[in-house]
């Protein structure tokens, strides 16, 4: 995520002051602008950036019975805590994307109260906006290179999940997973699928990430698909969906993945000749591996079926794909061409037994979304457009798989768009099966739908 590349205030720029609820003014001046002196030469001196941009941050309203607050979430952890900020100043925030000046800001206000302090008050009011981090500015990016930095040289990578989604305690988890897998087991028989023999090693799967509460037998389903009993280490490359990743498209780490059955090891020879191609770009979006649960319940799930049996993960998260939508462009013309060239040039190089892993969800539909409560009419929706993409999967065309989604501008929020297309592209596969897909529904009236696939053999 890099500071913001704003034009300079020669830049020709059109009016960017949008008074919440106001009607546009079109006599109005195509610029506001400030008497000399105002504002900038100050602002320059501190570092703080002339055209203020707020960082991708979560703000929720509460409540501490006396005011209304914003309490401040920031999904990359940089910010220590949950900062809080009076409710009344989200009208401000609103226009901090990066377009209007500081000068800007204090002209609006200026206009509403004629108060000459005001220019002071929105400066100190942006200031503490960037020491708070909440700004996409250079402060914030020297604390983010810190935490990457002290992120990226720990070996190991502790759960982020445990007691929260699945049980800390090891027995109760063997005892939890068991079911999952008896449950599969059962189902399977039930839609009369081939059982698997000991030793299989498909060369791509397709498992879900949602919470194991709600998912687990359908994510047991696509693992019994993979024999524990292999004859060679194994390795899987997991392309999980990067939650918190914002501006990067993909972030790769070497780290072993902790679990309450024990380590899950990384193949860091593997990571690291991959990020040699891949260069800064390989670890720049690293830190949202911290609390990412796409491939923790991948390699959790993984250790419970391999034990201690020699196996090896390369953990990849994959970025969202709504700029591209936004922009109407495609991934081929993007830098996650260079990742599907680096992952396929080193497992060419190195060799070894591989399977590729994608871990996503379908589509998040209903009132937890900002959805209607989900009717039969939406549902049936719901089904075509998840099957039309899950057709194009199963074919292993990547371009299929982006073009089904783009078509309705991911309308129903496939949260796995980029991590299929990443692991289609690098595992080149075809004639996948389904193995299973259904709805998870909520009390709210919203769902999340998931799908287990398999592809045994690779493209010729």
């Not at 290179?145 to 502790?158: D, F, G, K, S």
């Not at 020699?310 to 996650?336: K, N, S």
Request: with cysteine; glycine share 6%; aromatic share 6%.
């Amino acid at each position: 995520m890099s500071p913001s590349q704003n034009p300079g205030p020669a830049d020709p720029r059109p009016p960017r002051i949008i008074v919440p609820g106001a009607e546009p003014d079109a006599a109005a001046a195509p610029r506001i602008v400030l008497p000399p002196g105002v504002q900038t030469a100050e602002d320059a001196a501190d570092g703080l950036p002339e055209y203020p941009r707020l960082r991708p941050l979560i703000l929720m309203p509460v409540s501490d019975g006396e005011r209304e607050l914003l309490l401040v979430t920031d999904p990359l952890g940089v910010i220590p805590g949950q900062p809080v900020l009076s409710l009344e100043a989200l009208a401000l925030l609103q226009l901090l994307d990066g377009s209007v000046s500081i000068a800007d800001l204090t002209a609006l206000l200026m206009r509403e109260n004629k108060d000459l302090r005001m220019a002071g008050v929105v400066r100190d009011f942006v200031a503490e906006l960037d020491r708070l981090l909440m700004l996409d500015s250079p402060r914030f990016e020297a604390a983010y290179r810190e935490a990457r930095a002290t992120w990226h040289q720990l070996e190991i990578r502790p759960a982020a999940c445990e007691t929260r989604s699945y049980p800390a305690e090891p027995a109760a988890l063997r005892t939890f997973l068991a079911a999952h897998f008896e449950a599969a087991e059962a189902q399977r028989a039930r839609d009369s699928q081939a059982v698997a023999p000991a030793d299989a090693r498909p060369r791509a799967l397709l498992v879900p990430h949602l919470d194991p509460r709600r998912a687990g037998p359908a994510i047991a389903r696509a693992f019994l698909e993979l024999g524990p009993e292999q004859k060679t280490p194994l390795r899987v490359i997991v392309y999980g969906t990067g939650h918190s990743l914002m501006d990067d498209l993909f972030a790769l780490t070497r780290k072993h993945f902790e679990t309450p059955l024990g380590q899950v090891r990384c193949d860091t020879a593997f990571v690291d000749a991959a990020a040699e191609r891949l260069g800064e770009a390989a670890y720049h979006g690293e830190l949202a591996h911290r609390d990412e649960h796409s491939i923790e319940f991948q390699a959790l799930y993984l250790k419970y079926r391999f034990g201690d049996r020699p196996l090896t993960i390369v953990p990849i998260l994959c970025g969202g794909f709504h700029a591209l939508l936004d922009a109407g462009r495609a991934p081929r013309d993007t830098p996650l061409e260079s990742l599907v060239a680096a992952v396929r040039e080193t497992e060419a190089a190195r060799g070894g037994a591989t399977v590729h892993l994608a871990g996503v969800d379908f589509s998040h539909v209903g009132p937890r979304f900002g959805d209607p409560v989900i009717d039969e009419r939406m549902r049936q929706e719901i089904e075509t457009r998840d099957h039309e993409a899950l057709a194009a999967a199963r074919s292993g065309d990547a371009d299929a798989w982006f073009g089904a989604i783009s078509a309705h501008q991911d309308a129903t929020r496939i949260c796995g768009f980029s991590p299929v297309y990443a692991m289609l592209r690098c595992a080149g596969v075809k004639d996948g099966r389904l193995l299973r897909y259904e709805p998870s529904d909520e009390e709210d009236g919203s769902t999340v739908t998931i799908a287990a696939m398999v592809w045994d053999e690779p493209a010729a």
